[in-house]
C-alpha cells in the first residue's frame, strides 16, 4: 500500500512538472513572438516613407485647352529628413470643339433613330459565331473566354488582326477586338482626338472618356452593359493599338459557362480515378 501511494505521489509530481515545463516553454514562446514583433514594428518605422502629391489644372487660350497633371513623389527617412524626389508633368491641348460633347450627343428628337450597340465591326453581340474546332483557341488573358481570328467585311484602316471572343460552351459572340501592330496615334504633337475616337463618339452619340494621362486611352459606354475601349498607343506587348468591345451580359454568360465545363471535367476525372482504383483492387 504504502509503495502504491508512492508510485502515485511520483506520477503526480511528474505530471505537475511536465505541465510547469510546458507553461514555461509557451511563455517563452509568446516573449519571442512580442518581441519579433516589437523588432519588426521597429524596423518599419525606420523605413523610407514615400508621398505622392497630385495636381491638376485646366487653362484656356483663346480656342484652346490645355489640362496639366503634375505628380511630385517624396521619399523621407524616419528623422522627416527628405533622401529623394521626384517629379513628372504631362498635358494635353485640344481645341474647344474637341472637348465638348457638342455635336457629339444628338438632341432628343422624334425623328432621330435609336443608336445600333447590338453589333461592332459586323459581329453581332449574343449570336452563335460558327468556326472550325481548330480556328478555336483558348487565350491565357481571358480564362472564361475562347478566340477566333477573324476578318471583318470593312477592315479598320492601319489595324492588322481582328479577334472575336466566344463563350466556351455555346460560342455565343462576347467580345471584339482590332489590333494594330504600329501605333496609330498622329504624331505632330497636338493632342487633338485621333478620327477613330471621334468617329466612336459620333457613331454611337456619346463621349469617350480619357484613362490616361499620358496614353491616348479612352472608353466609351455606348449603352446598359456595352463598353468599348481604344487605346491607340503602347496597348500591349504584341499591338500598339486595340480597341475592344464588349457585353457584360455574355462575358457573364461565358464565366458561368466556364464553372459548368469545369465542373463537368472534375467530375469526369473523379470518375476515372475510382475507375483506375477499382481496376487495381481487382488486379490486386
Known amino acids: 500500500m504504502k509503495n502504491r501511494n508512492m508510485l502515485t505521489f ?56 490645355t489640362e496639366r497633371r503634375r505628380e511630385t513623389t517624396t521619399t523621407t527617412d524616419a528623422d522627416g529628413n ?46 452563335v459565331y460558327k468556326a472550325g474546332k481548330k480556328d478555336i483557341v483558348r487565350d491565357p488573358d481571358e480564362p472564361s473566354l475562347v478566340r477566333a481570328k477573324f476578318k471583318p467585311a470593312k477592315p479598320l484602316a492601319g489595324f492588322d488582326d481582328y479577334f472575336v471572343y466566344l463563350t466556351p460552351k455555346t460560342h455565343k459572340v462576347a467580345m471584339v477586338c482590332a489590333c494594330a501592330k504600329k501605333a496609330i496615334e498622329p504624331a505632330d504633337g497636338n493632342w487633338r482626338r485621333h478620327e477613330l475616337i471621334v468617329a466612336l463618339q459620333k457613331r454611337y452619340r456619346t463621349w469617350a472618356r480619357s484613362l490616361s494621362w499620358t496614353h491616348p486611352y479612352y472608353r466609351l459606354d ?59 483492387i481487382n488486379a490486386f
Open 82 to 127: 527628405v533622401i529623394a524626389t521626384s517629379t513628372s508633368e504631362s498635358l494635353q491641348s485640344y481645341p474647344v470643339g474637341d472637348c465638348s460633347t457638342a455635336g457629339v450627343v444628338a438632341a432628343p428628337s422624334a425623328k432621330a433613330e435609336p443608336v445600333n450597340t447590338d453589333t461592332f465591326l459586323g459581329l453581332k453581340f449574343g449570336d
Open 222 to 280: 455606348v449603352a446598359p452593359g456595352r463598353s468599348i475601349t481604344a487605346c491607340l498607343a503602347g496597348a500591349s506587348e504584341d499591338y500598339e493599338a486595340v480597341i475592344t468591345a464588349w457585353d457584360s451580359d455574355v462575358t457573364r454568360l461565358a464565366d458561368k459557362e466556364r464553372r459548368a465545363i469545369d465542373e463537368e471535367a472534375r467530375k469526369a476525372a473523379e470518375k476515372n480515378r475510382d475507375k483506375r482504383i477499382q481496376d487495381a
Open 10 to 65: 511520483g506520477l503526480a509530481a511528474g505530471l505537475v512538472a511536465l505541465v510547469g515545463t510546458c507553461l514555461i516553454a509557451k511563455e517563452k514562446q509568446s516573449d519571442a513572438a512580442d518581441k519579433a514583433k516589437e523588432t519588426a514594428a521597429v524596423e518599419k518605422a525606420k523605413e523610407p516613407a514615400t508621398r505622392t502629391q497630385v495636381e491638376t489644372s485646366v487653362t484656356t487660350n483663346n480656342n484652346m485647352v
